[in-house]
């Protein structure tokens, strides 16, 4: 399943390309630029300095051609977040393991994420939606619904083949798992690291042996 304003990448990572086609394609190198200066800016100075004036400056790209790719500020901020987190959290793919295995290095790798910048740039640009237009469903159309699809998805294959012994609906599974690591992030119950979430993945999926 492919989303919306999302085309998938060599090696199984995503890569943000939201504008229409329309007149000259793209330039990769342009679109790279923009979107790492966004993330740059948001993980050094926040998200209240990063505007598209900052962006244009830092990545010496027209305010113009950023306005004709983005139809907004809060889409641009969330593509730059989608564009490095398909480098530091790719999907897992199918040849590197059981879907139980797969999801457990995932999960894993999520938490640790979330221990640094990547943590705070994901939590900023998310209250940056709901404060904008008060949900943080464009979050989900941009980033979290095709990553959440493909989970998913291996989380039922795991079912299918025996693997994952778990009786639920795989999205309540995937749910389970990674709200619960947000959730656990957001308030500060307590420290998150990987070996808490592979026990969380195999709490949660029961794989089986």
């Known amino acids: 399943m492919r989303r ?9 990572g995503e890569e943000a390309d939201s504008a229409p086609r329309r007149g000259r394609p793209r330039s990769i190198e ?6 790492e200066s966004a993330y740059a800016l ?20 027209s305010k113009m051609t950023i306005y004709k790719w983005w139809p907004s500020r809060e889409a641009l901020l969330i593509d730059a977040f989608l564009h490095h987190a398909a480098q530091m959290l790719p999907l897992p793919p199918v040849s590197s393991g059981t879907p139980a295995a797969r999801a457990r290095r995932h999960a894993a790798a999520y938490a640790e994420a979330l221990r640094g910048e990547f943590g705070k740039v994901q939590l900023a640009v998310i209250s940056e939606c709901i404060s904008k237009t008060g949900s943080a469903e464009l979050f989900y159309a941009r980033y979290l619904q095709f990553r959440r699809d493909a989970l998913v998805e291996m989380i039922a294959a795991g079912q299918k083949d025996g693997s994952v012994l778990a009786e639920g609906a795989p ?3 995937c749910d389970a798992i990674y709200g619960g690591l947000f959730y656990r992030y957001v308030f500060g119950i ?16 029961r794989p089986k042996g």
């Open 30 to 35: 342009t679109t790279n630029a923009i979107l």
């Open 171 to 173: 999205e309540d599974l």
């Open 4 to 12: 919306p304003g999302v085309a998938m990448a060599k090696g199984g």
């Open 42 to 61: 948001m993980a050094a100075t926040g998200l209240a300095a990063t505007t598209i004036d900052a962006v244009a400056r830092h990545s010496s790209v």
């Open 190 to 205: 307590a420290p998150i690291t990987p070996a808490y979430a592979r026990n969380l993945v195999d709490l949660v999926l």
